[in-house]
């Protein structure tokens, strides 16, 4: 039976006739006071028991949460180096696009080029064929047949081409 300190301020305990107090009733009072006092250390020890587990677990709680919020700042770091890379590498690939695409212009305006010279130099050939076609054909040989008149005339064949 546990005491609570009220009630053992408050046993009384009889005196006998020459003053003092019945053995019995003090030897159970000292008994239940001791089965007290025992039930309290025992209930204390326990107490101390569990608060080292939960200080122990609360310990592992706190550094499961540093592990946990370093690894967060990790991986926001990766995460941030991994955007800034990637940002990079898309830079680097429109300029190399857009050197590329100057590339091609430069060199499909150079084959231009070329082409309408060669243009030009095929129509001046023609030209000079057609005016040498042209000067043959002006200047009559005296034994020669005149010159087929028509869709049959040599001229009007070269100038379509050269026109």
Do not use: C
Not at 30 to 58: C, P, Y
Not at 65 to 91: F, G, I
Request: hydrophobic share 35%; aromatic share 4%.
């Amino acid at each position: 039976m546990a005491l609570t300190p009220v009630e053992i301020r408050h046993v009384e305990v009889r005196r006998t006739w020459f003053r003092g107090y019945r053995r019995g009733i003090v030897e159970r009072l000292l008994t239940d006071i001791a089965d007290s006092f025992e039930e309290v250390w025992r209930e204390r020890a326990d107490l101390a028991d569990q608060l080292e587990e939960l200080e122990s677990e609360a310990s592992k709680h706190r550094e499961l949460e540093t592990l946990l919020r370093s690894t967060l700042v990790s991986a926001e770091s990766a995460a941030q180096d991994m955007k800034e890379q990637a940002r990079r590498e898309s830079d680097l690939i429109v300029s190399e696009a857009r050197a590329e695409g100057r590339r091609v212009t430069r060199s499909a305006n150079s084959e231009k080029e070329r082409l309408e010279e060669e243009i030009r130099r095929i129509r001046a050939h023609l030209r000079s064929a057609l005016e040498a076609l042209e000067e043959q054909h002006v200047e009559p040989r005296g034994d020669a047949a005149p010159a087929p008149q028509g869709e049959n005339a040599p001229e009007s064949g070269f100038r379509r081409l050269a026109g």
